[in-house]
């Protein structure tokens, strides 16, 4: 989760007073459009010697014994997850002319663009024919959802339409509840599509008396908006915890950090004391200071990073828009046990023009390599988190600085109010997937490049382009070998070759540029 956590360390940092609006004077992007947060990050450490020390437990209880509270625990309210709005993907993203099959909270749905309702539809990802996936399937020329595995069609309310191999002259049997098929409710919303993960009909209207999280710079024209989205190989509970770490920054993304400011000197030993606090906590989630920024966690899925706004000068009146402001905004998806999504969205104020010119898969390539540089670290930990059990994390877990103050909260909320651990209803035996090798653990093809418009075009171009050359290549040394002497001056000749060998060497480059930015790129930090 590292790639978010880089990004939320830009934030999270508590620079001195005088360093705060020195952060925002030079674009985030500017540098180093992917990485620069870090650079935020930088730009306040080295002006001061960093040094790693323990500061009081975040809390006035003892932070390691969660089970001093009992009884509040046994009256707390309970979060109920299936209760809940629950995002989808990035409307960016997701292509009108086909289906897509989504996973989420271990409920398969599909998701697909209804013409002639003009909204998107979320269904059961499962025909009741035969229960085909119905996400491998197509919109017919109707604007129909069809199975592709016997051709059953369905409508935006999930009724069975047509059934090919039903007499058209006998009972209407595509009328029979058992040919629908379940669909959820869905609304749009900062430009994500959400679902209510209950298909039951007293659900319906769910928008009219519980809309999703709302995020006001997302859909405030003054705010640039990129967003991406990548499936990650660990569970929900540690992603969360892990975007809400700014301390680990220094370390597990130490080589980003370099590569982002390099005229900085980045201390592996660069760790300090950082004031963060939980503000309020509730079953609504909680607030954090974390010292000229504000954190907020809205279950089960948003943590959101912003900055207040600052008073002005004495004297001086300022006007809110003219204030540069920053947020840093994670959406998190539990997906199955071992699996999470990861929505993103940093809106800025300035530099909008950025955004425009700059093709949004080159802030992902920087992006994905953030999640890349601890996705390892954190999928085993998730797997000696599940030995010694969820519900003993804050006994073998020793937190004891006010820098896990978020982290601790939130794994109190977890345990408090909603069970420990997301309810997966028994669909689940409890044990996590295997760990796979390496080079598909931190794959980037099938979790970010096929679900990202922009990246899965990136490549395809850029597959082209290496083709290409390679065509230039051998077209020119061919030409030269082939034509008779004293047909074609030396000048020309030399400048075919050079041409043959230029276009061979660029396609080479091209093919390893696009492996280890759209396919695969380890990350070893011993040599960071």
């Known amino acids: 989760m590292e790639a978010v956590n ?40 080295s002006k001061s010697k960093l ?23 046994g009256q707390a309210e309970k979060f109920d997850w299936y209760s809940q709005w629950y995002p989808l993907m990035p409307i960016c993203d997701l292509d009108k002319r086909k289906p897509h099959g989504k996973r989420v909270l271990g409920i398969d749905v599909v998701v697909w663009w209804d013409r002639n309702e003009g909204a998107w539809q979320v269904h059961d990802d499962a025909c009741p024919h035969r229960l085909a996936p119905l996400s491998e399937g197509r919109i017919d020329q109707w604007g129909r959802l069809q199975c592709v ?10 009724e069975c339409k047509f059934i090919p191999q039903a007499p058209p002259d006998g009972p209407p049997i595509h009328a029979s509840k058992k040919a629908c098929v379940a669909s959820y409710p869905s609304s749009v919303q900062n430009d994500i599509l959400w679902f209510w993960p209950n298909s039951d009909p007293q659900y319906k209207d769910i928008i009219t008396r519980k809309r999703p999280p709302h995020i006001p710079e997302i859909d405030d024209p003054s705010f640039t908006k990129l967003m991406g989205n990548r499936d990650i190989p660990y569970g929900y509970e540690v992603l969360i915890e892990n975007l ?50 504000k954190g907020k966690f809205m279950p089960p899925c948003i943590f959101y990073v912003y900055s207040p706004d600052q008073p002005a000068p004495s004297g001086e009146t300022q006007k809110p828009s003219a204030q540069k402001k920053f947020s840093l905004i994670f959406v998190c998806v539990p997906v199955s046990p071992g699996k999470s999504r990861l929505l993103w969205c940093f809106p800025r104020n300035f530099g909008l023009w950025m955004d425009k010119i700059v ?15 601890d996705l390892y670290l954190l999928h085993v930990e998730e797997h000696k988190i599940m030995d010694i059990g969820p519900d003993n994390w804050q006994k073998a877990c020793f937190v004891p600085t006010k820098s896990d103050a978020l982290v601790i909260g939130y794994r109190k909320w977890l345990k408090k109010y909603a069970g420990g651990q997301v309810d997966w ?34 490549y395809k171009s850029l597959n082209v382009a290496e083709v290409m050359l390679q065509i230039i290549s051998v077209a020119s040394i061919g030409i030269v070998a082939t034509m008779k002497q004293g047909t074609m001056s030396v000048a020309t000749r030399n400048s075919m070759v050079v041409l043959g060998v230029l276009s061979f060497a660029l396609s080479r480059w091209l093919a390893h540029f696009i492996y ?5 790129h380890d990350y070893d930090h011993t040599f960071r």
């Open 6 to 45: 880089v990004f939320s360390v830009g934030k999270l940092h508590i620079p001195t007073a005088p360093e705060i609006p020195t952060s925002f004077r030079k674009s985030l992007f500017l540098s180093n459009h992917v990485n620069s947060p870090i650079s935020l990050l930088l730009r306040g450490s």
């Open 51 to 73: 040094f790693t020390a323990l500061s009081p437990p975040p809390f006035t209880e003892s932070s390691n014994q969660p089970e001093a509270e009992p009884e509040l625990e």
């Open 149 to 158: 595995y016997h051709g059953w069609c369905f409508n935006g309310k999930g």
């Open 244 to 293: 809400m770490d700014p301390a680990h920054v220094p370390y597990a993304h130490y080589g980003l950090m370099r590569s982002a400011e390099p005229k900085v000197k980045a201390d592996r030993e660069g760790g300090r004391p950082l004031e963060l606090s939980i503000e309020k906590l509730d079953i609504d989630g909680f607030t954090a200071d974390q010292g000229w920024s």
């Open 359 to 373: 093709p949004r898969w080159i802030f992902h390539v920087g992006q994905n390599l953030i999640l890349d540089s």
């Open 425 to 458: 209803r028994g669909k689940y035996s409890g044990a996590l997937p295997s760990t796979p090798p390496r080079e598909q653990l931190m794959d980037r093809y099938w979790s970010h490049v096929v679900n990202c418009k922009s990246c899965n075009s990136a």
């Open 516 to 520: 280890r930015n759209f396919r695969y």
